[in-house]
């Protein structure tokens, strides 16, 4: 019977059935007892909430299945703790793991939030504290930059410096990628924090008889601390993410701890 | 600009890409980018409004954080995983389903497939691989940014009028129409055009979905398309000078659509009224 009333069998178009015929049997009640207004409301309210669970289930169905398949070399410990040197396609679970590509990644992330910190903060200073006519065309780049895509940002760093540069394809450069992609990130969000600053706080500095820099450098930063922490690790997050890097770094199957070296991620 | 030197204004409608024939254009890939996108946004948008008012106005007040969290955990998820998901997950039942819309619906253009619909044995590798499944995937990644805009927007409603509507007898939805949506109307806008910027620019999850094609095809059931960025991805590495600079050319132009898009939403998010307060 209910087959019949489905465009496609299966499960999924159960629960859809059983959705719309659920909201039939709310209209119906409701107007049993109450006015229009009500049924709308009912009706509203179950549309929304059953919206919220598809997505809910959305997300679940995500993290389930690739746990559901990627649950077996989780067992072995060899899969944290080896590279794929010397490991065949056909080979078990107990050989090769994903050692390289951690450290890959963790080295083009580290180069990444290195340069991209201090120049990302040091915007967002340029932007609050000096001011002027230049910091606003300043505040529009980097907005702008933020809508920069990221594989426009490998391509850039892959024309620039390995093609035209000729540096070899390494972690550097895909490090220099997500720079390119973190900085207008770190930037704005930095620039958010630092103009919730109590502007109180920024004048008695001066009126102290203290120098704009040491203002900057005594005051300013250490007020806004706990905000910038979490930009950083959002963006380097995203960063991490972030595949279209592999434009600019070969795949190597070996640990390689040369950052100017091919590398995985 | 040596790309438009070589190929002429025609780089921007040519659909072929004929390296040795020395043609190529970007015809077919900005219709692919704009129809993955319109799927994604037409999936994301009403999901995104949805779980928004939920989280603000519908879930108890002891969860809300949680569903925050989530929220932001689905923003994190690397996009390489949602094209996993969308591939070995989704796409055999995005292809039934595609089926099942072209027998109802086939008479409308964009659901028109070149496949027999009544076969017997019908041929599946004719629905996946489409701008369709591919915008499922890239509809989960747009989902959670528009989502947060949204719901921080939703939620800087003035609790004052939001307590009148109900004091003067509102239901919960009428209040949620008459106040939070219309106060929330410049998020709406804003995060779904955030959410299109990212969706314009999605790589890795699209290229993992579609067989390439390059054919201007609006037809978005149908096996077969490409976007800007996946073509970037997929072919930089055999690209020559001019092929590579006229990728570069093509990364500009998406570039550029993303810029407009993305500066739109801003300027539509700071001019509404939402996040001033109000005093009246």
């Not at chain 2, 969860?63 to 969290?69: K, P, V």
């Not at chain 2, 591939?87 to 964009?110: K, S």
Request: aromatic share 8%; with cysteine.
């Amino acid at each position: 019977m209910t087959q019949r009333l489905l465009p496609l069998g299966g499960w999924a178009w159960l629960i859809v059935s059983r959705f719309a015929l659920g909201i039939l049997f709310t209209i119906v009640t409701t107007t049993m007892t109450g006015r229009r207004v009500d049924v709308v409301d009912r009706v509203a309210g179950a549309v929304i909430t059953s919206g919220a669970l598809v997505v809910g289930a959305a997300l679940v169905s995500t993290i389930g299945f690739v746990v559901f398949r990627g649950w077996e070399p989780l067992l072995h410990l060899n899969f944290f703790l080896d590279d794929m040197s010397g490991v065949g396609p056909r080979d078990e679970f107990d050989r090769g793991g994903i050692a390289h590509a951690i450290v890959g990644s963790a080295i083009e992330l580290g180069i990444a939030i290195a340069v991209t910190l201090p120049l990302g903060i040091g915007t967002a200073v340029f932007m609050t504290e000096v001011g002027g006519k230049f910091a606003g065309v300043v505040r529009t780049i980097v907005e702008a930059m933020t809508a920069l895509p990221s594989i426009v940002a490998g391509l850039f760093v892959y024309t620039v410096l390995i093609v035209a540069v000729g540096f070899p394809r390494s972690g550097f450069a895909a490090a220099m990628a997500l720079a390119v992609m973190m900085l207008p990130i770190i930037a704005r969000a930095a620039d958010v924090v630092l103009r919730v600053v109590p502007g109180g706080l920024r004048e008695a500095s001066p009126a102290l008889g203290a120098s704009r820099w040491r203002t900057v450098w005594h005051v300013v930063l250490p007020t806004a601390r706990p905000g910038p922490r979490p930009p950083p690790s959002s963006s380097a997050s995203r960063a991490v993410s972030a595949r279209r890097h592999r434009s600019c770094s070969p795949a190597a199957s070996r640990p390689s701890w040369s950052p100017t070296r091919p590398t995985a991620s | 600009m040596p790309t438009l030197e070589r190929y002429g204004w025609s780089f921007f409608t040519e659909s072929a890409r004929q390296p040795e024939a020395d043609v190529l254009g970007i015809g077919a890939v900005l219709v692919g980018t704009v129809s993955v996108a319109a799927v994604a946004m037409v999936i994301a948008f009403p999901l995104a409004l949805l779980t928004a008012l939920f989280i603000s106005e519908y879930a108890p007040a002891g969860i809300r954080a949680t569903l925050i969290s989530l929220v932001d955990l689905m923003a994190a998820v690397p996009s390489i995983i949602y094209g996993m998901w969308g591939y070995f997950l989704v796409m055999p039942h995005a292809a039934a389903f595609a089926l099942w819309l072209q027998q109802n619906f086939g008479w409308l253009p964009f659901f028109r497939i070149d496949a027999d619909p009544d076969a017997a044995v019908w041929d599946v590798s004719r629905y996946v691989g489409s701008a369709f499944c591919a915008g499922i995937a890239v509809a989960m990644m747009v989902l959670p940014m528009s989502c947060a805009v949204m719901r921080q927007v939703f939620s800087q409603t003035p609790p004052g009028e939001k307590e009148a509507a109900l004091a003067l007898g509102s239901t919960r939805w009428g209040m949620v129409r008459t106040v939070v949506i219309p106060f929330g109307r410049g998020g709406i806008i804003g995060g779904t055009m955030l959410g299109l910027g990212r969706a314009l620019g999605e790589t890795i999850a699209v290229l993992l979905i579609i067989s390439p094609d390059f054919v201007i095809k609006p037809r978005i059931l149908e096996v077969g398309t490409n976007t800007v960025s996946a073509l970037i991805a997929g072919r930089f590495g055999d690209a020559s000078a001019a092929q590579l600079s006229a990728l570069l050319t093509a990364g500009f132009v998406l570039f550029v659509i993303t810029l407009i898009v993305n500066t739109l939403a801003a300027v539509i998010v700071n001019r509404s009224r939402s996040g001033a307060g109000t005093d009246a």
